[in-house]
């Protein structure tokens, strides 16, 4: 009384829908791929493709200078809380990306894998052995020339630590 091929029709009718259903939907989003959106003519992609390859042979060529150049490069920084005072790390990542650096992280300062907050004075750290980015830093935030580390580290992620300790309020009023 059961009919099993009825069941096992409906079964193949979904399957061949979904099969359907994906090969339209790949066809549709092959079109927009391979010729882009309404509206922007396939012309408007060459011409723009065009001028960009043609600024940038006509671009003439600049010397190389030897000397450090601070926006040549984005020197990357992290700062570390030695202070304690909450969200002043935040405070000194505005202060620099307000100058046009790029801080990429900031966290608690920590010696030995323990959180450490008795930093008296704010100090900068050369991670990589070019000490002009860590100058370049300390005097963006007014920090003495004297605060500054060397610690060359072969494995560092960063370029230079700025460790913001309790006389974090100096800088942060300039």
Known sequence: ???????????????????????????????????????????????????TREAVIDTPETPVEESFAPLEHKIQI?????CGVNGVAKIFQSLLRDQGFDVVNTENYTVNGKLFWQVEESFVID???????AKTIAKALGIPADNIENRENPGAIYEVSVVIGKDYKKYVTQ
């Open 1 to 51: 009384m059961y009919h099993t091929q009825s069941t096992s029709g409906k079964k193949w009718k979904k399957i061949i829908y979904g099969f359907l259903t994906i090969i339209i939907l790949g066809s549709i989003s092959y079109y927009f791929y391979q010729w882009g959106l309404p509206g922007k003519s396939q012309t408007d992609k060459t011409s723009s493709s065009r001028e």
């Open 78 to 82: 992290e700062i570390l809380n030695g």
């Open 127 to 133: 991670q990589i052995g070019v000490t002009e980015y």
